[in-house]
């Protein structure tokens, strides 16, 4: 059976991540995401009323035209997790594909909203849940199946999916982190990706994350970032005015860990800022947290407003805010905080936690210090870097490539800067480019099998 | 009263620290450090050996000849705790003072090692134990007091020093962690720094330790770290290959963490390296730690090769060597590890643990990344980073200037450059240089009451 | 006679500079600078309408309260050249004081540009130009003189004021490179300073600019800068597209410099922005410069728009565009060029030139950043650093110590972390903190005779 | 006729860099580097007595065993310049092929100087001159021939070679600068390059030196480094103290430029050093310098001492020693000099002058770190960077791709972090990763044609 791999998008940049996988007659999508920062240079971009083609040329979404040259008939569109880089094209491209999208629970809750405030195009396609460990067949064959392997990131209910084809398996390895203990959910099922690397025609192709390739040593557990976290929390206890945290508010497991020290503070965290809102609410619907009752959300500005009124007149120092901001975007709740736009008044001592690392890009770099900045004028003092990243350091990689013994290799989700240290890494495993490992760019295709 | 600070060493460098306190006719010192960095650069030079004049040159030892226009006699000499850059110059100095040594137990016993091993100079001051939360009287007035306050700080049983006067207490506030969970020992005593804040005439200097005045923040407990690294050892408790590991010989507590994982994953650990064994060996003598029966510590080279050769030959799976060489310097062990000069064979995905940070200077930073290439070389994997810093983040110099509300503050542990963050914290906190915040040098005095 | 020093500005940043020394009864103020990027952090902020105690507030302006507790009359305001931290505040503050506003030519008439835009208060200080070279008497008691000595910067008729009086003569040293080939005007008056070093009481006291104390070695003569422009210039000589050009529009001897190879590689040089026309106008009216008279240069948005049509329609290759924007700022012309706002179009291989540096802060390094992606975002190639810093770097601070040597030294025009490598050097040459070297903070008073 | 690229050496780093072409059946090889990192990393390591294979094994020369894949003889052995990358493994693999070693004049000079020195194999291959401009027949098929093409880099009498073949050009690019006004030598020959880009087959293939093609715009000619220089040494022609120079020796320009200006500012030069008398001594018999009778070069260490005590005896003031030792390396003269290990005594405020910049690598960031603190010790000021690269920036590349319009691109003379940049200027301009665009590693062939 011949094997093909689509290399979409996310080749050449983070984000707008889009791989297809052609197993005989039947395709299987991976991730249609966007690259905001493309977005966002521009100013006053609505990205809802766009079209695709306009978004393919500013570069913020996958330019998939080259599926055309692909023979065979997508079976399915599987979003890997609920990230915007993996997601966030869906409503912009799905559209033109006759499948379902295929994802675990809650991602299939985000793609639900995604499509629901696009304006311009509608999508029908069908929105199948499956949950990590299961297994479903693509198209009639009955000799391709797509399985769900569960792994550990920085947003829950994550997944590697699996097409188990005659010539072995392809693993679209994706966004993870080698967690063992997780703060919410299952640990990452490595017995079941060394079962894959060993059974059948074992690994026909692993494409890899290549976001921390160049890391040295083993990305820390969400425990430990919750063990700094805490040790933080506890220290400022005793201190009676105000504290403010902030993180990735798609971080469901960092948001609980604030809820649960905020109690164990003796404070009333409440979350406060749309994106806040939308993930902490849908992963308390499907049951992935239990923020009791108490815990507050807000997404609108005007019960944002109102809930900063009842703090500011009850007490600062009976409430966490968890707000967005974490990068000092301009126009997120922290920022606006610093610059005193909104009823919460910052005095001299209080307290900002910065629970999320600063993405090394200059223009987050000056928006955060800005930020920053803006906070410190106004009195309060910055607490940053109580973090650990979603994704695989070295020894991550040398992992699995252990578990999995892949016959060849595809580094993605960078561009060639940052693929370099995982082909070195790869060489040193004994695989050779050009033969087994393969640097590729948006829009290539390869052929592993005839 | 009068009450006058010498500045003699340690306020142009981190190193040769030493300051002296006059409270009327009694003077105490506190610390007598050695600058390693001003030693090292030179080839050869044997410090044993030297005269305290050409250390004083080399800017290695404190110039304490300013000592003489000091009007006053010394009653005790106090280092803080047992690293070189406090103790390190009293085998040199100490002779000249007509005083006794006082310190806690783990410090004397590290002071009388030192002075054992100098072979320039014959000091015969006493040497008397003291406990955190003790007081002793200094000199015949009756109204002068010497303190120790429990602190926590990246070696065992070290303390700040307290001089109590009729005018108010001068506190030594260097090297310290602001921990409540620490590994080994008491949490800080807050409570007691509170109250010398408040009791008598309250605080009448603060003597502070600025090397992290930079970072925001707060240092995170040593907890944290073991916590980090007990989930890089479980996450490679399955490799059946060599594990080697390193840390500051003098941070007991952290030596204590690597011996207990290494048990947690079946390995045996042993310390190897001369000052591994000095330091670890020294804490289980005096029972801060109790590695049991079976923890080997080899201090000598042939002892240290023939355990080396012993785990090649029962197996590098068994046992976890914790070794010198976290800075990557020439000669200690793990660099010769790198070069192939010991018995201990590493192969291919051999895993070497750096549990300690680089100290940001570019000698260390090329020296250890010497090491490093020479153990990938090798085969081997680093993990690095594993690490708490014993300093004061910006957090913990608020909480200090809010405990004990000093009159007059005076930057320490740094240079210029080092002191400037701490400086404009202060000045924040209502300080104003040349008033009541004094940035000074080595060799200066500063008269603080008369 | 009394002389004091009132370190009122910029002795905390770099930004709103203002110094006073007080010689008996009399008073000469250097500078009145304003801070621009504590404006510019806040949205929306128009300064010509703002009251100076709410500048104050804002640490924009220099907080000249203090200049109550100088017992003495102000005679002068003495700006030493045009750039906006030394005259930015004149507006705002000057009128308080009955004194008239000394400078050479080409700074009173950028001082009296920016009266003439002030909205809240009318400023009616005589405006006295004087030349490099001159004195002036100053207070009735004869004996104490102000005189100017020639200078070079990266502005032109910059100047180092010296008030002579009975006790030596008080150096204020702000802003300047040891230039003895400079493109506009003479080489630095370095046998002045030397005499001033060698007459009479000699220099009491030196006001040192510390912004290169950390660079090692000279900075280099404009002619380097003139030299490397001229190789990157003449290396596009053949290219027939659009080639566009920005440096610091007050850098009138680079624009000359652009303007001269421009016609050099048969492009006719046009100055766009209304800083471009504010600066080269005013230096080509008052003889600085003779631009001929085919140079354009037009401020005003319509007439821009008008010129950047005509190029678009005589064809973009003859033409070199000046214009503003080198460190990517939101609203300056270049960035808005890099967004496709100006009729200006940019095509795939068109040259941007920055004849300057990133000022080393992280919101510039951020918008800088930005602006160069858009302008690549269409097609543009950039071409940085063809710059040479307006500033001392170490060989020339130790050269103006030896040519003054002064009794006293007052590091200024940074924060302590930019003091500290030149308290370092002061120390080399054996001058001694609270002795002869003064560290010190805005609002702060030095009494240097009795 | 089957054309066909070897990339043996320099694709996964700088050093050892190695590259064959088959045309039909006939090869030629270019350069045979020596990656120097490799050896020094190791103590006490002498290659002269090494056999190849260990040498191979080391990483330290390039791994030629691929050439047995080749079908084909080699008929010449072709060094592009005289850099230790690109000569220094020739005594260790000439004497493999039965092949003259083909190169100007100054590099058979270098060439011949190294295999005297080999003491392991006796390297027989006859040594053939050839001039920029110049053209030979290679092999007997009468349709390839080999040219040279004058280029412009950090060592005199570089060229690129090309291998003319009936399907197109094979341009080999490594290790030039677009110099249009260089210090020694005739510019490059952009002309003659733009004419092998339309002549016959066009260019078939280029091979390219990625080093900058990180860095914007454009590398300034050899010229603007002079004028720089000049206006250091200038500024310091009163100083009647030490003034000592280093510099890459082989860099005879650069040299050139600090002999000269050494007479203008009323010094003598002397050049001292193994390798500053080699290279500079070559460079003087074979005609490209004329550096007077009284330029004297002093290599062994005996009259080198001998130098600086008749220096010390005749006054410092008279003379510029230029030395080795730019990158701080432990045992070179300046090192040492910095270690007082010379009879040359420095004294404060004596300036040495790095015309150079740091290689980065923390090694040597490490080392020279060291040096300039050891110069330091002994009173010296450092001036450093006195320099601009011999390698293309961006703007070069763009320039040679739009001269040659190559059908296939190869980078080369980097790891893939390094191509990474260079892979993305190429995609700018169309080409594509796997198709005309190739990267590639250490034992790769590409067949071009067939």
Redesign the interface.
Known sequence: MEVEIATIGGYEEVGRQMTAVRAGDDVVVFDMGLNLSKVL???NVETERMHSLDLIDMGAIPDDRVMSDIEGDVQAIVPTHGHLDHIGAISKLAHRYDAPIVATPFTIELVKQQIQSEEKFGVKNDLIKMDAGETMSIGDSSNVDLEFVNVTHSIIDAINPVVHTPEGAVVYGLDKR?D??PVIGDPIDMERFREIGREGEGVLCYIEDCTNAGK???T??E??AR??LE??M???EDYDGGIVATTFSSHVARVKSLVEFAREIGRQPVLLGRSMEKYSGTAERLGFVDFLDDVGMYGHRKSVDRTFKRIMNEGKEKYLPVVTGHQGEPRAMLTRMG?GETPYELDQ?DKVLFSARVIP??????????SE??LR?QGA??????HVSGHLN??GH?AMLDALQPQHVIPAHQ???G???Y??LC?SEGY???RDLH???NG?TIQLTE
Chains 1, 2, 3, 4 share one sequence.
């Open positions: 240079i521009h100013d080698m063992h203990t040295k040593g083993r820390p557990s425990s430990v063990r700094h040790d933080v506890t220290s400022i610059r001592g890009e200059p223009t987050n770099e000056g928006q955060r210090y800005q900045q803006l004028m003092r910055i607490y940053d870097d109580i070295q020894e040398y561009d060639m800067k693929f370099a240290p082909v070195g060489k050779q480019l050009g640097v590729t760019s290539n």
